[in-house]
């Protein structure tokens, strides 16, 4: 995770685990984390293919230009995109473990902004560990973006989850304009 605000929401993460897989949706606490609200969302997993909208900041809907609650974050990628991300999220949610891509945000008039988006899994009412708590963070000023909406997130680059209970050297390839980040059992 590049940015200081996703570092700190995965402390923040750890620190409500307590030894287990993920910590439950009810233990996030707002005050703790009111520095990064504007940017948190959270998503429920409903099937492969539909991770909803719960909540999202008020700075990820500014930047797009429209409330996302009970709409599927997939909606915001196109094509092999959306089935990378789909795979991001299915992973960490069933390895509970965190991770992160790096997407690039673009305004009809090309205007792009590249952004860093962690995710973290959490554990619902039910004790299954079904949603996501994410951070959707700029990496650059959003000025340029003021009065223009996003209308397209193009994924850069994937950081997948870690095998759970394994610190794994990272090695990089590339493919294509896409930075892929794969860990090494070896």
């Given at each position: 995770?590049?940015?200081?605000?996703?570092?700190?929401?995965?402390?923040?993460?750890?620190?409500?685990?307590?030894?287990?897989?993920?910590?439950?949706?009810?233990?996030?606490?707002?005050?703790?984390?009111?520095?990064?609200?504007?940017?948190?969302?959270?998503?429920?997993?409903?099937?492969?293919?539909?991770?909803?909208?719960?909540?999202?900041?008020?700075?990820?809907?500014?930047?797009?230009?429209?409330?996302?609650?009970?709409?599927?974050?997939?909606?915001?990628?196109?094509?092999?995109?959306?089935?990378?991300?789909?795979?991001?999220?299915?992973?960490?949610?069933?390895g509970a473990s965190p991770a992160s891509m790096v997407a690039r945000a673009s305004s009809m008039d090309m205007h792009q902004l590249p952004v860093e988006i962690s995710v973290f899994p959490l554990r619902g009412p039910e004790g299954v560990v079904d949603r996501i708590l994410g951070l959707?963070?700029?990496?650059?000023?959003?000025?340029?973006?003021?009065?223009?909406?996003?209308?397209?997130?193009?994924?850069?680059?994937?950081?997948?989850?870690?095998?759970?209970?394994?610190?794994?050297?990272?090695?990089?390839?590339?493919?294509?304009?896409?930075?892929?980040?794969?860990?090494?059992?070896?």
């Amino acid at each position: 995770m590049r940015h200081a605000q996703s570092r700190a929401l995965h402390t923040y993460w750890q620190t409500l685990r307590l030894g287990s897989a993920a910590p439950q949706r009810e233990d996030i606490a707002p005050q703790d984390i009111s520095e990064l609200l504007g940017h948190v969302f959270i998503l429920r997993r409903i099937d492969p293919a539909h991770h909803v909208f719960r909540l999202a900041g008020t700075q990820l809907c500014d930047l797009y230009q429209r409330e996302f609650r009970d709409q599927n974050f997939l909606s915001l990628w196109r094509g092999h995109d959306a089935v990378h991300v789909q795979a991001v999220l299915e992973s960490s949610l069933s390895g509970a473990s965190p991770a992160s891509m790096v997407a690039r945000a673009s305004s009809m008039d090309m205007h792009q902004l590249p952004v860093e988006i962690s995710v973290f899994p959490l554990r619902g009412p039910e004790g299954v560990v079904d949603r996501i708590l994410g951070l959707f963070q700029p990496l650059d000023d959003t000025e340029p973006f003021r009065g223009r909406p996003v209308v397209r997130t193009t994924l850069r680059e994937i950081r997948p989850p870690a095998v759970p209970g394994h610190l794994l050297p990272v090695s990089r390839r590339h493919t294509g304009d896409m930075q892929l980040h794969i860990a090494n059992d070896h």
